[in-house]
């Protein structure tokens, strides 16, 4: 991978404001973060950036994305843009790099929302399908062929250990080579963007920097109890528990945010 890469983006907007976005897994930033564009284009101007293998940018070559790397990059395309301060979303997949620019950047910040996001804490099959070779290269083994795979889902799905909506869920974003290919990429290539919350938060308070933290309610994909160790350090009014699933929480988190302006 070069040492310096442009992401492809989709610029959102008019507000005088300046809100760098990241999507979540299987989208593009700008099919994502619609319903910001709608409710609060006339307070941001949104960058919604297609992440690695995602978007316009699907045709990334497959390497591991580091922090290092991840801070040249918005480092890079700040100084392009004339930018000096902006805040930061992140939904699901995109948490973890939301959590990345704040590590880097939290003098440039004022507010970073977080909508069900990665990184807050790693589900065990995720670093164990990660974290390992021989297990990396069975997940790439079951992306390739997904029957089995599909077949443990069901019987899951039977034994009670996952729900239907996770069913559906994983039956939608893995129904084709492509997206399964997507799905093996962004999991292997991310695995290094980790981080130590309590940290993270202390950083935050001391650059007075605002972390909201936006859940859903009926989310069965991230559920709130996978983002306590954040939520148990930041004030009552930060953490935000939305009467939503996963696939609306982005809409809903733009018409809380816009309140939160009004």
């Known amino acids: ?3 310096l890469i442009t992401l492809p983006y989709q610029k959102l907007g008019r507000g005088p404001k300046i809100l760098l976005a ?3 897994i299987a989208q593009d930033g700008a099919s994502c973060f619609q319903s910001f564009e709608a409710q609060l284009g006339e307070h941001y101007t949104i960058y919604a950036f297609d992440l690695f293998f995602h978007g316009k940018n699907i045709s990334s070559k497959s390497d591991l994305v580091t922090k ?3 801070r040249n990059i ?11 301060k902006f805040d930061v979303a992140g939904f699901s997949m995109g948490g973890r790099f939301a959590l990345a620019t704040l590590e880097f950047f939290p003098d440039r910040i004022e507010n970073v929302f977080l909508i069900a996001p990665d990184g807050v804490s790693e589900h065990p099959l995720y670093g164990f399908a990660t974290r390992f070779w021989l297990t990396r290269r069975v997940f790439e083994w079951s992306m390739q062929k997904p029957q089995p795979f599909f077949s443990v889902v069901n019987v899951a ?13 994983v039956q ?3 129904n084709t080579p492509e997206k399964r290919q997507t799905i093996y990429n962004s999991w ?9 919350i309590p940290a993270l938060h202390r950083l935050a308070v001391r650059s007075n920097v605002k972390i909201y933290l936006l859940v859903g309610e009926f989310d069965t994909l991230l559920k709130p109890a996978s983002v306590r160790k954040l939520a148990a350090l930041l004030p009552a009014n930060q953490y935000v528990t939305l009467k939503s699933g996963h696939t609306k929480l982005v809409d809903h988190a733009a018409t809380w945010i816009c309140a939160l302006f009004k």
């Open 1 to 3: 991978m070069p040492d």
């Open 22 to 24: 990241f999507h979540g």
């Open 68 to 70: 290092e790397l991840w």
């Open 74 to 84: 918005i480092l890079d395309f700040v100084a392009k843009n004339n930018i000096d």
């Open 157 to 169: 799905k039977q034994a009670g250990w996952i729900n239907s909506s996770m069913q559906r869920f």
């Open 172 to 174: 939608q974003v893995l």
């Open 188 to 196: 292997v290539n991310f695995r290094n963007l980790r981080f130590d």
